[in-house]
């Protein structure tokens, strides 16, 4: 028998922005993690971001913080016996933080079915390729040495499988037959940077509906209808009847 579909509204009312209570974890860099600050700095996503937590000590992220005057706190996977003691603690750290929605920026961990329990499609994740092409790790290198034509990005709802939640959003880019896993991250990137934060601001809106897996976002155009060709077609077929 067919599961019946769980629908989820977030909150906050059409009309009324809010600022949402932001949780971020990040494993390193946090690129992602400047993207979210620097669009909440400049007035364009209404969030606060109240904790950033990261696995590691050593990561880049935690100094972007410290510049911003953002808390953060280091849980170190190492320290815990099992994952669910590790997510357990976490789980902790954002209920003190009154944190609503978690974001995963280039967090590298697997969260446990006890995270997900917490956080019922309340955690937002970013993965560098078209879901659901290339899950896991090291996607950018995979879509380069299969040879797709186009790759990208997905923001999407993290579920207990890997990378296959709900999709909220996502953005393509071309791939060039000279192309590696750098030069491919390096262009979806700069997509990511900009497809987050707008993930983020639709949920502030209160736009964003859960139906089964499917994800509604109510109140915005349609897309272009406008399709990509890679390489690029000649005139002929280009112009041609379509
Ligand atoms: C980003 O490309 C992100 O999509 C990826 O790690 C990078 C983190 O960069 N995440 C994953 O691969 C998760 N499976 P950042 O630390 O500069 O944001």
């Known amino acids: ?15 009324q922005k809010r600022k949402i209570p932001l949780g971020i974890l990040v494993s390193g860099n946090g690129s992602n993690l400047q993207s979210l600050i620097d669009r909440i700095e400049d007035g364009t996503l209404d969030a606060e971001i109240r904790i950033v937590i990261s696995n590691n000590p050593e990561a880049y992220a935690l100094e972007r913080c410290r510049k911003h005057n953002i808390r953060t706190a280091v849980v170190d996977h190492r320290d815990f016996q099992t994952r669910e003691a590790f997510d357990r603690r976490m789980i902790e750290i954002l209920a003190d933080s009154k944190v609503e929605l978690v974001a995963m920026a280039g967090f590298m961990r ?9 956080f019922p499609m309340k955690i937002m994740n970013i993965h560098p390729a078209l879901l659901p092409s290339f899950p896991g790790i090291h996607a950018q290198k995979k879509a380069a040495d299969y040879g797709v034509r186009f790759s990208g990005c997905t923001v999407h709802f993290a579920d207990e499988g890997m990378d296959t939640g709900p999709i909220i959003i996502q953005a393509v880019v071309p791939v060039y037959d000279d192309d590696n896993g750098e030069s491919l991250a390096e262009r979806i990137l700069k997509e990511e940077h900009r497809i987050y934060p ?3 601001q639709y949920y ?4 964003i509906d859960v139906i089964g897996r499917k994800v509604r976002i109510q109140g915005i155009p349609r897309s272009p209808e406008k399709p990509l060709y890679n390489p690029p077609l000649m005139n002929q077929f280009a112009l041609g009847p379509g």
């Not at 629908?7 to 906050?12: Q, R, S, Y």
């Open 1 to 15: 028998m067919e599961e019946p579909f769980v629908t989820f509204e977030t909150g906050g009312t059409k009309t």
């Open 110 to 118: 697997v969260l446990t079915p006890v995270f997900f329990k917490a």
């Open 198 to 200: 707008q993930a983020i």
């Open 204 to 207: 502030a809106e209160g736009k």
